[in-house]
């Protein structure tokens, strides 16, 4: 005999039955507790005077509250289970970052820009290639065009070999 598709959610799940919303909202407070670790050497409000510290900690402390609530409501009411996290699109998306980094002085903003666009496109398995080279060219037009041209950035566009 087969079991149903929903007896696995009926499953007890023991103290936490929202476990997707009760770590989320632990990740949320790591967070804030983060802002304010880095804010505490900043000058707060004085007065009505607002400091360079006074909004990061009120956004930090709004943030430290939300996800309280978050990881109580996935304490107290049932919600989804964990789900598997995919490496991939994270790691294709920081190797393009690694490398347009590494390759903007050396081969210009032309050919860093579309090469780090098609590593980004390797992150997900629904990639249509020529869907992604026809948006990594139009992007890679629209950056050459908006850096040096309409902002004025002195940004090399051809490879330093080109000159």
Avoid: H, N
Avoid at 17 to 46: C, E, H, N, T, V
């Amino acid at each position: 005999m087969t079991e149903a598709p929903d007896s696995a959610a009926a499953k007890p799940r023991g103290f936490i039955k929202g476990p997707q919303d009760f770590y989320g909202g632990l990740a949320l407070m790591g967070i804030a507790l983060f802002a304010l670790w880095a804010a505490s050497d900043l000058q707060g409000m004085r007065g009505f005077s607002f400091g360079p510290g006074t909004a990061p900690r009120m956004f930090a402390y709004l943030l430290l509250a939300l996800g309280a609530g978050v990881a109580l409501t996935g304490f107290l009411a049932d919600g989804p289970p964990l789900q598997r996290y995919g490496i991939r699109g994270p790691l294709f998306v920081t190797l393009a970052i690694l490398a347009f980094s590494v390759m903007i002085r050396p081969l210009g903003l032309i050919v860093s820009a579309f090469v780090s666009f098609m590593i980004a496109a390797m992150g997900s398995d629904e990639t249509k290639w020529i869907e992604a080279t026809i948006v990594g060219i139009c992007l890679t037009v629209g950056c050459a065009l908006l850096f040096p041209y309409a902002l004025g950035l002195p940004l090399d566009l051809f490879p330093r070999i080109l000159r």
